[in-house]
């Protein structure tokens, strides 16, 4: 439509009666769906962060919620937290934390591909295992962190997590032998890299079930 024929169109409109005119404005920006996830997950953990529904709430520095990336595909799920976690508020930082970082490498991902967090929040004094109570009271926050990332591949590490989600009482090593479903998600079992660490010899087992994890992730659309 030229000039002319809108300042024609124009005047016609003023004779009519009709002096103003309003234009829909649609924003030219669109927002980042990964941000409103992290925001989520942000205002989930400051919520939750004074949390004192059980035992552990008495014992803990900080509270561990998880980090890495919140658009994930592949998110890894522990038992809980350690010393290091305890006093920095971040889940595997410590000589465990420097294992998986070393064993997601192998495989071509970085700390920053995939997403980590635990089955407790709190650290179990002298790490032991986590009470049925104390695993129970935290898995609700573990399942909304799972549906707000929404990632397509799930790995337990270790025996603890596979228990407290897949609702099995088996041996570790049954439970590699399989691919399981949490939540409708492929799920893998593999060892926690404490225990790689406290026995080498099991790194080669590892190692296999952390190839299987990379064949399903590099054929992710």
Same mark, same amino acid.
């Given at each position: 439509?030229?000039?002319?024929?809108?300042?024609?169109?124009?005047?016609?409109?003023?004779?009519?009666?009709?002096?103003?005119?309003?234009?829909? *404005?649609?924003?030219?920006?669109?927002?980042?769906?990964?941000?409103?996830?992290?925001?989520?997950?942000?205002?989930?953990?400051?919520?939750?962060?004074?949390?004192?529904?059980?035992?552990?709430?008495? #014992?803990?520095?900080?509270?561990?919620?998880?980090?890495?990336?919140?658009?994930?595909?592949?998110?890894?799920?522990?038992?809980?937290?350690?010393?290091?976690?305890?006093?920095?508020?971040?889940?595997?930082?410590?000589?465990?934390?420097?294992?998986?970082?070393?064993?997601?490498?192998?495989?071509?991902?970085?700390?920053?591909?995939?997403?980590?967090?635990?089955?407790?929040?709190?650290?179990?004094?002298?790490?032991?295992?986590?009470?049925?109570?104390?695993?129970?009271?935290?898995?609700?926050?573990?399942?909304?962190?799972?549906?707000?990332?929404?990632?397509?591949?799930?790995?337990?590490?270790?025996?603890?997590?596979?228990?407290?989600?897949?609702?099995?009482?088996?041996?570790?090593?049954?439970?590699?032998?399989?691919?399981?479903?949490?939540?409708?998600?492929?799920?893998?079992? #593999?060892? *926690?890299?404490?225990?790689?660490?406290?026995?080498?010899?099991?790194?080669?087992?590892?190692?296999?079930?952390?190839?299987?994890?990379?064949?399903?992730?590099?054929?992710?659309?």
């Amino acid at each position: 439509m030229n000039k002319k024929v809108i300042k024609q169109y124009l005047e016609y409109l003023e004779l009519t009666g009709i002096r103003d005119i309003f234009f829909e *404005h649609k924003p030219n920006f669109s927002i980042d769906p990964k941000e409103v996830k992290s925001q989520k997950l942000k205002n989930l953990e400051n919520t939750y962060k004074s949390c004192n529904k059980c035992e552990l709430s008495k #014992s803990r520095n900080k509270f561990c919620y998880g980090n890495g990336n919140p658009n994930a595909k592949l998110m890894l799920i522990g038992e809980g937290p350690g010393a290091d976690e305890d006093r920095t508020g971040k889940v595997f930082v410590g000589r465990a934390g420097q294992l998986l970082t070393r064993m997601l490498k192998a495989i071509d991902l970085q700390r920053d591909d995939v997403y980590i967090t635990n089955i407790v929040k709190c650290r179990p004094p002298n790490n032991r295992n986590p009470l049925q109570k104390e695993k129970e009271s935290c898995i609700p926050y573990l399942e909304e962190q799972i549906s707000i990332i929404q990632p397509k591949l799930i790995l337990l590490l270790g025996k603890v997590a596979a228990i407290s989600l897949l609702n099995k009482n088996n041996p570790l090593k049954k439970f590699r032998k399989t691919t399981h479903k949490y939540k409708n998600i492929k799920t893998y079992v #593999s060892y *926690h890299p404490a225990a790689l660490l406290r026995n080498p010899k099991w790194k080669k087992f590892a190692w296999v079930d952390l190839q299987k994890i990379q064949i399903d992730y590099n054929n992710l659309s």
